[in-house]
């Protein structure tokens, strides 16, 4: 296609995008309540999916839940120590030690109980003197009837972690619109909530489109190949907080509309690969005459379509975002990056909108085709330069599962000399 002028810009399309998506995931969303031992389960699992509350957690318990101790030494009362010196210190006789988990009695005036970190500061103790402050800076054995000395006053609170000073039982502890991660999972646990309630991950109806497609592993006929798309956005998707029904359908329109008949009722977005550009065989242009369909000005990627559709039975609302990308492997995966899963993870905070960015200068030249955004795969060198892996063909999709980059080459660039600085995403 050599219009170059009827391309969309990148920044348009990924606007046309979000727009439409946001809306259909916000219309599309419901909330659950979870168990916090399925969440704690499934991230034992190793599959914490990235979830967002969608109401505020509250404590059930204070955090800390008693005064404890914030080092090893002695709980002493503050008090006591007040006229110590150097010259004149203060000797305290030694009472019964304090392991963690077990509930001191109140010390008695005038005495120093060793208390480990962690361990209740007993009642009647209102500091800690860590250890190497003390003379001698060892515990004595329990047995033994000894004496401790301290040789400068200790403000009172000292290394005294209070109850509640964390958060105080019925404060909020996670706020809705959190996603909960390790320290999330931790403090829900500490502070005694059950369950949460989150946003449901969004349901994405994946369509593989292509008569020359068949489901992964299953034995290849002549001209055929396995459905790459289906698996690798499949995992795309799932980084991002969706649920995904994959499906493979051929170059049929009739085929198309009855996946999209058969959808789940609850699918909140439609994404499929394939039968979008020129050719003869076009199924998704084909069937979905209502959505915009052209080309984004950029290499790979470029042929694309959005739209809504509806699914269910004809005329059965509510319609449903409907993201079509081209079927070249990297083409489609590059196209989630760029247009779909910075909308996906905002939405369902999985994580940073955006991939980690850099720049870096090249390690070669690398031509351009001027009126494109290329985006090339690349990693970093040793010496922190980027060197491209493969070529640019939309084909290669053993080279993007070799890169940890994608480089950008704008528009309006024919050729950049090798040095010349380039802005990058970490894919991984
Ligand atoms: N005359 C023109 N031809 C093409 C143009 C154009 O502008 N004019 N654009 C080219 C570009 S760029 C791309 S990208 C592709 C996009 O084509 P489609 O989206 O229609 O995709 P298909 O033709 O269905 O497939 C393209 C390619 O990808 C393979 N494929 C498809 N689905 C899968 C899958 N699930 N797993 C693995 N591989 C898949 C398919 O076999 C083809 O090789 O169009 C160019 N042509
Ligand atoms: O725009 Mo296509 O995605 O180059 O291969």
Redesign the pocket.
Known sequence: ?DHHADRRAVPEHQEAVRGLVEAGLAAARRATTLPLAGLLAAAAAGVLAPRTLVADAVAGLDLPGFDNSQMDGYAVGAADLAGATPARPVVLPVAAPVPAGTQPPPLEAGTAAPVMTGAPVPAGADAVVKIEDADPPAFPDPAARAGVRFATPAAAGTFVRRRGSDVAAGDVVVPAGTPVGPPQLGVLVASGVTEVEVAEAPHVLLV???S??VPAGETLGPAQ??????AALTAALAQVGCRVTPRVVADDPAALRAVLADAPADVALVVT???????AY?VVRQTLTDAWFG?VAV?????QGLGTVTLGAPGDPPEVPLVA?????V?ALVSFELFLRPVLAAATGAGPAHRPRGRAPLATAVDSPPHLHQVRRGRLDPDGRVALVGGPG??LLAHLAAATLLVHVPPGVAHLPAGAEVDYWEIR
Not at 299 to 303: A, D, K, L, M, W
């Open positions: 296609m593989s489109t292509g020359e497609l190949l396995h459905d790459a798309n289906g690969s394939g039968g979008v550009s020129a050719g076009e080309h290499q790979p990627g470029g042929p990308f081209p079927g070249n492997p083409s939309s084909h």
